[in-house]
């Protein structure tokens, strides 16, 4: 179940809260699972099993790497084998046969693929899991003795769909006290509904346009506002459900961990990558890259756990080589600072800010498009000088028609992109002002729910 369906607003949303409220303190918990299982099932019920027994048998391991500290080592073993192989087998044993498959493709022998549904949220709530493994054995949290406080952390609906990826040590105290919020809360979700419904959705369909016409036939600039475009789709898509999820946690008294700050402000891609996905960002950090040595060890080795990071993010998004292809450029890229660019941007006002500006939409069409051939035509089209091709300059009437519909939705996602609103929003929240624009924002929100 999306947060931006007729179906959560008005019917799982109320009824869930009415019985929240109602309930004393100590089954809040009780209920916040029963409501976040239903949630589940609403949308993959036939999955809803998997993510049971994946509270149980993470709820033992926990125990277990808690209790036999001398066999706490094969213990977590086991639970990574667990945890990581399901979402392996659900989400890349396609991808491993294809590959396979296209190997052997002059013996003309072929391995036939799987008929599987990747289960919902199954990569957010593995990373999660396994972060409180981790963390029990190297005793910097405590084995969860209630099983229904390790099963809201995995399951509660505000995050397990797409996130953000919280440690249990930051939800745990929220699991004592409950104060519940449920203003700030609401607020906090339209705003992040009204990123999702009234940009993010709208600049999909300048995106989605463009593969219809076909990527060959795009003049440059209209190639160059699509990857604005979708840079801008991507960003509100994600950081609204973000918000959502954080609105949610106020309004359950739990805590949410902030996922977004700003990104496309930054002035390197390091810094890119410490404002977008924060807590994806931070789990690769302290549960791969700095096991693997971090940057505290020899120059060439720190490179290697670079690679191996963000080859491992690639893959996170998604089974397939344009993933990894993303993941590797951005590994280049940072390499690159790391070697004396970043310093040099560092010294820079406007020229850093160009630079990310220039490069986060190139990247966006690579991680858009799965087909490689696509990605070298649209860059063909990005880039048209080097074939010689100045039709693509002269021809731009798809630009002209696709700047007429869409000029106030792109002005709009340059303003909140900036931090300037945020700022003036927490500084006024409070206002009348506010108040009516945050009704505004719901009702056309809604709006567009019953005409998507």
């Known amino acids: ?87 392996v087998f659900f989400k890349y044993t396609n991808f491993f046969i294809e590959n396979i498959n296209a190997l052997l493709t002059a013996t003309h022998i072929q391995i036939p693929t799987i008929s599987v549904v990747m289960p919902l949220g199954i990569s957010f709530y593995t990373f999660q899991v396994v972060s409180y493994l981790v963390d029990v054995y190297r005793g910097e949290q405590r084995p969860v003795k209630n099983i229904i406080n390790l099963g809201v952390y995995i399951a509660m609906f505000p995050q397990v769909t797409s996130g953000p990826i919280g440690l249990y040590s930051e939800l745990e105290p929220t699991l004592l006290c409950s104060v519940l919020n449920l203003e700030s809360g609401l607020k906090t979700f339209i705003l992040g509904m009204g990123a999702k419904m009234l940009l993010a959705n709208p600049m999909g369909t300048l995106w989605a346009g463009m593969s219809r016409y076909g990527y060959e036939t795009l003049s440059c600039p209209y190639a160059w506002l699509g990857a604005f475009g979708y840079s801008f789709q991507l960003y509100f898509d994600f950081a609204g459900y973000s918000l959502m999820a954080m609105g949610l946690g106020q309004m359950l008294g739990l805590y949410v961990p902030r996922n977004f700050d700003h990104p496309y402000i930054s002035g390197s891609m390091a810094e890119f990558w410490r404002r977008w996905h924060m807590t994806l960002g931070r789990w690769f950090k302290k549960y791969l890259y700095f096991p693997l ?6 120059f060439a080795k720190t490179i290697r756990n670079t690679f191996v990071v963000w080859a491992f993010t690639g893959l996170w998004h998604g089974a397939s080589w344009n993933f990894v292809l993303w993941g590797l450029i951005f590994f280049v890229l940072l390499t690159i600072e790391r070697l004396g660019l970043g310093k040099l941007l560092a010294k820079t006002k406007v020229l850093k800010h160009i630079y990310v500006i220039f490069l986060i939409p190139l990247t966006w069409v690579v991680f858009a498009l799965p087909n490689m051939q696509d990605i070298a035509t ?37 303003v909140f ?29 809604v709006y567009k729910m019953q005409t998507q």
């Open 293 to 298: 040595g971090g940057s505290r060890c020899s």
């Open 1 to 87: 179940m999306s947060f931006t369906t007729i179906e959560f607003m008005f019917r799982f949303l109320p009824i869930f809260l009415i019985v929240y409220y109602v309930v004393p303190t100590r089954y809040k918990n009780m209920i916040l699972l029963i409501g976040s299982f239903v949630f589940y099932a609403w949308g993959q019920h036939f999955y809803l099993l998997l993510l049971m027994l994946s509270i149980v048998v993470n709820y033992t391991f926990g125990r277990l790497i808690g209790e036999r500290r001398a066999q706490k080592k094969p213990l977590l073993v086991l639970g990574l084998i667990y945890n990581f192989g399901l979402l």
């Open 378 to 414: 649209y860059f063909s089209r990005l880039f048209p000088f080097f074939a010689d091709d100045t039709a693509s300059f002269v021809n731009t009437k798809d630009v002209v028609r696709a700047l007429h519909d869409y000029w106030y939705l792109l002005i709009a996602s340059v």
């Open 417 to 445: 992109c900036l931090p300037f609103p945020s700022r003036w929003y927490e500084k006024h929240k409070n206002s009348k002002l506010v108040i009516l624009g945050l009704v505004l924002i719901y009702l056309m929100s």
